[in-house]
């Protein structure tokens, strides 16, 4: 057995009855409902100390009191990933109460929709802000407790939350698709730069998730960004089912907790040889 694939399995080993990332923090950004909820949920399951964020305060503070309530280690951290300051405030917050961290999962995110021709500058650079230079600022942020000593070193990730409008564009997305086909060139070069401090990265991209994005644009969801409301989801969009999912070889969307567990899988000790990769987690869509 390689030393690699020794240490891999003492560590499954040892987490057994723990967890996955039993004894390990998670920063997880968009937090507050949806994926990112999920996420942080299962982490906590799988035996991490995670880091909460997310720009609706009452939203954030509910998945943290859910995560306390089944006994797990939390620390939330509200405000908006695209301000300044917020990468020192969670880095600083994160390393003072928990003293290091070992995974970034950049899952903050809109859509902010319309088409190409009628999409204003504002509309166009705030998705770009939020979804790429957001986890690029978090990243470089944290890079002192990721680029560390060999001797110092533990299961270490980044995932970067993409889409299939990324990979493949989408009608009405021209801001979001090019936002979101940044991320696998971002998580490229921290795999290629990062990797020989034992740091893996890798990009998840999610077709059809059942979130309020995917939702029906008349359910009247929104978010504020700088002042302005923002309607979010698909219009006319319903459930995929069996009879209108033709493109999608399961013949249905995914859950946020099927998403999370894909996010689980790459920040994993399962995943411990997989870095710089894309996993299109879609049902099958697009094969």
């Given at each position: 057995?390689?030393?690699?694939?020794?240490?891999?399995?003492?560590?499954?080993?040892?987490?057994?009855?723990?967890?996955?990332?039993?004894?390990?923090?998670?920063?997880?950004?968009?937090?507050?409902?949806?994926?990112?909820?999920?996420?942080?949920?299962?982490?906590?399951?799988?035996?991490?100390?995670?880091?909460?964020?997310?720009?609706?305060?009452?939203?954030?503070?509910?998945?943290?009191?859910?995560?306390?309530?089944?006994?797990?280690?939390v620390l939330g951290v509200a405000g908006d990933v695209g301000a300044d300051?917020?990468?020192?405030?969670?880095?600083?917050?994160?390393?003072?109460?928990?003293?290091?961290?070992?995974?970034?999962?950049?899952?903050?995110?809109?859509?902010?929709?319309?088409?190409?021709?009628?999409?204003?500058?504002?509309?166009?650079?705030?998705?770009?802000?939020?979804?790429?230079?957001?986890?690029?600022?978090?990243?470089?942020?944290?890079?002192?407790?990721?680029?560390?000593?060999?001797?110092?070193?533990?299961?270490?990730?980044?995932?970067?939350?993409?889409?299939?409008?990324?990979?493949?564009?989408?009608?009405?997305?021209?801001?979001?698709?090019?936002?979101?086909?940044?991320?696998?060139?971002?998580?490229?070069?921290?795999?290629?730069?990062?990797?020989?401090?034992?740091?893996?990265?890798?990009?998840?991209?999610?077709?059809?998730?059942?979130?309020?994005?995917?939702?029906?644009?008349?359910?009247?969801?929104?978010?504020?960004?700088?002042?302005?409301?923002?309607?979010?989801?698909?219009?006319?969009?319903?459930?995929?089912?069996?009879?209108?999912?033709?493109?999608?070889?399961?013949?249905?969307?995914?859950?946020?907790?099927?998403?999370?567990?894909?996010?689980?899988?790459?920040?994993?000790?399962?995943?411990?040889?997989?870095?710089?990769?894309?996993?299109?987690?879609?049902?099958?869509?697009?094969?």
């Open positions: 057995m390689s030393t690699r694939l020794a240490q891999v399995s003492q560590h499954l080993s040892s987490t057994h009855g723990r967890g996955l990332l039993a004894g390990e923090v998670a920063i997880i950004t968009g937090a507050g409902q949806g994926i990112g909820r999920s996420t942080a949920l299962l982490f906590a399951r799988e035996g991490a100390k995670v880091v909460v964020s997310d720009i609706d305060e009452k939203k954030l503070a509910a998945v943290a009191d859910e995560i306390r309530a089944a006994g797990g280690d300051d917020f990468p020192k405030r969670i880095v600083d917050a994160t390393v003072q109460k928990y003293g290091k961290i070992n995974h970034i999962v950049n899952n903050a995110g809109f859509t902010f929709d319309k088409m190409l021709h009628t999409t204003p500058d504002d509309a166009f650079d705030i998705i770009l802000k939020i979804h790429v230079r957001a986890p690029f600022r978090l990243v470089r942020q944290a890079a002192p407790y990721f680029r560390l000593k060999p001797e110092a070193r533990e299961n270490r990730s980044i995932v970067n939350v993409s889409s299939t409008s990324g990979l493949h564009g989408n009608v009405g997305q021209a801001n979001y698709a090019a936002a979101k086909a940044a991320l696998p060139g971002l998580t490229k070069t921290i795999a290629k730069e990062w990797g020989p401090f034992g740091v893996r990265a890798n990009t998840v991209a999610f077709g059809l998730i059942h979130t309020r994005l995917t939702d029906a644009k008349e359910h009247g969801a929104t978010m504020e960004i700088d002042g302005k409301k923002v309607a979010l989801g698909v219009p006319g969009a319903t459930p995929a089912t069996p009879k209108n999912a033709p493109n999608i070889p399961l013949r249905r969307g995914g859950t946020p907790e099927e998403a999370a567990a894909a996010v689980l899988f790459l920040a994993s000790p399962l995943a411990a040889y997989v870095s710089g990769h894309t996993l299109e987690v879609t049902g099958g869509a697009g094969i």
